[in-house]
C-alpha cells in the first residue's frame, strides 16, 4: 500500500499549469477563459464599414433631396415676386382711369392700337365679341400696393 505523504505547511503550493497559460487578468484577455464567459467572435471590419458608409450615404442623400425641395420652393417664390414686380410696373405705367381699391380684381390689358397699357375694372368676357385689347393678366390689388397676379401674367 502506498503511503500518502503528509501535507505540510511550510511546502510552497506547485502550481501544474503552464506559467505562460495563466494570468492574473482574465478579463483583458482577448479571448474567453472559461466555458461561462461570453462569446466573442472577431469582428468583420469591412463589413461594419461597409454599413456605416452605406447609412452615411442614405442619410446625405435625404438631407441633399430636402436641400433641393427648399430651393425648388425659394426659387418659385423668387419667380412670383418677379412677376408681381414686372406686372406692378406695367400696371403703375399704365392708364388708370380710376381710383384701385385694395384687395379688389382688375384686369390688364394691352392696346392693339399703339401699344400701351390700360388698367380696367371690366373683364375679358364683359367686353363682347370686338375686343379693343388684348388682356395680359387679372390682378388683385394687395395692401403693400403690389399686384397679385391671378391669371395670366407678364
Known amino acids: 500500500m502506498s503511503k500518502k505523504k503528509k501535507h505540510d505547511p511550510n511546502d510552497a503550493f506547485v502550481n501544474p499549469i503552464?506559467?505562460?497559460?495563466?494570468?492574473?487578468t482574465p478579463g483583458l484577455l482577448p479571448y474567453a477563459h472559461h466555458s461561462g464567459s461570453a462569446i466573442i467572435?472577431?469582428?468583420?471590419?469591412?463589413?461594419?464599414r461597409g454599413n456605416a458608409m452605406t447609412a452615411m450615404y442614405d442619410q446625405t442623400d435625404r438631407q441633399m433631396e430636402q436641400l433641393r425641395r427648399q430651393m425648388e420652393t425659394l426659387v418659385s417664390q423668387a419667380k412670383s415676386l418677379q412677376q408681381r414686380m414686372n406686372v406692378s410696373e406695367l400696371i403703375y405705367q399704365a392708364e388708370i382711369p380710376f381710383q384701385p381699391v385694395i384687395h379688389h380684381i382688375y384686369h390688364l390689358y394691352q392696346r392693339k392700337t399703339d401699344?400701351?397699357?390700360?388698367?380696367?375694372?371690366?373683364?375679358?368676357?364683359?367686353?363682347?365679341?370686338?375686343?379693343?385689347?388684348?388682356?395680359?393678366?387679372?390682378?388683385?390689388?394687395?395692401?403693400?400696393?403690389?399686384?397679385?397676379?391671378?391669371?395670366?401674367?407678364?
Open 115 to 154: 401699344g400701351s397699357h390700360l388698367l380696367s375694372m371690366v373683364s375679358p368676357e364683359e367686353w363682347g365679341r370686338r375686343k379693343p385689347f388684348d388682356h395680359l393678366a387679372t390682378v388683385r390689388l394687395l395692401g403693400d400696393h403690389t399686384w397679385e397676379v391671378l391669371e395670366g401674367g407678364v
Open 18 to 24: 503552464d506559467k505562460d497559460k495563466v494570468t492574473d
Open 41 to 48: 467572435k472577431p469582428e468583420d471590419k469591412g463589413r461594419i
